[in-house]
């Protein structure tokens, strides 16, 4: 009897333990949702949406950067709907699908097409939606980049600085030039090369940042330049990081300028 009890005791306590070690099943855990787009290779992630803060926060992270990045402030608070992501830069064999010509400079049919300004790339989303109808794609807003990027994180980078070699294409990886998509690791919500590879234009104005908090918002009502978001190749650590902002023309182009798609679920 001593030893049957002592057996039930053991059992119970491993089961509290196997409870106790169990993975717990959430949301976050499980990640988003991914759907196909209508190209080969092309995926999204669809992200709930939510509210985060956008832009640089000081801190002793951030003071670190000396300051060089005075239109990442002041950091708001951004309410967004539910939005899907495409999970890589577009490629160049998705962009030549497309447009029947490549116009990358570091050519390679994984490789992130660049060479596109932002009106170039309107005509890519026009002709794609006009051969795909049913879904419409855009470029993302700067504010749903920046969620998409940080991927529920809060610091300079959606990653520790450590560990940025392995998730960007940056001055210290790149080999001084693109490199195929999903050459690096993804983010927590599956999105590759969010730091780094190439910059990636977002349908804003380049404006400044109000201390407002807002929901789903557009950019400026005028303006001139146009957002690109998340660094390029040549970029050094503190240039590829989640709130790192260019303004770009509209007829702006080069080797270090993409863009990756979104869409409205
Ligand atoms: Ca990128």
Redesign the pocket.
């Known amino acids: 009897m001593r030893r049957l009890s002592g057996i039930v005791i053991c059992l119970l306590f491993a089961g509290a333990a196997a409870v106790l070690a169990a993975p717990k099943a959430s949301p976050a855990a499980k990640g988003p949702k991914a759907e196909d787009g209508p190209l080969p290779g092309m995926q999204f992630q669809v992200l709930t949406g939510g509210a985060f803060l956008m832009g640089t926060v000081s801190s002793a992270a951030d003071s670190l950067r000396e300051g060089r990045h005075s239109d990442e402030s002041p950091s708001h608070r951004v309410t967004l709907s539910p939005f899907a992501m495409m999970s890589t830069?577009v490629t160049q064999a998705q962009w030549s699908a497309v447009m029947g010509q490549n116009p990358a400079r570091f050519k390679g049919e994984q490789r992130?097409v660049e060479q596109v300004s932002w009106r170039d790339v309107q005509a890519f989303i026009a002709k794609l939606n006009q051969l795909h109808p049913g879904r419409i794609y855009r470029l993302p807003t700067e504010a749903e980049w920046e969620f998409a990027c940080r991927a529920g994180s809060t610091g300079p980078w959606s990653c520790p600085e450590p560990e940025l070699s392995s998730h960007a294409v940056f001055r210290p990886t790149s080999s001084s030039s693109t490199q195929p998509v999903k050459s690096r690791l993804p983010n927590a919500w599956g999105l590759f090369?969010?730091?780094?590879?190439?910059?990636?234009w977002c349908s804003d104005l380049y404006g400044a940042y109000g201390s407002e908090a807002d929901v789903d918002p557009q950019g400026p009502s005028e303006g001139v330049g146009r957002v690109a978001r998340?660094?390029?190749w040549y970029g050094a650590a503190d240039e590829v990081g989640s709130a790192v902002r260019f303004d770009g023309t509209l007829v702006s182009k080069g080797s270090d300028v993409?863009f990756r798609l979104c869409f409205t679920p």
């Open positions: 830069e992130p090369d969010m730091h780094g590879n190439v910059w990636e998340g660094g390029c993409g």
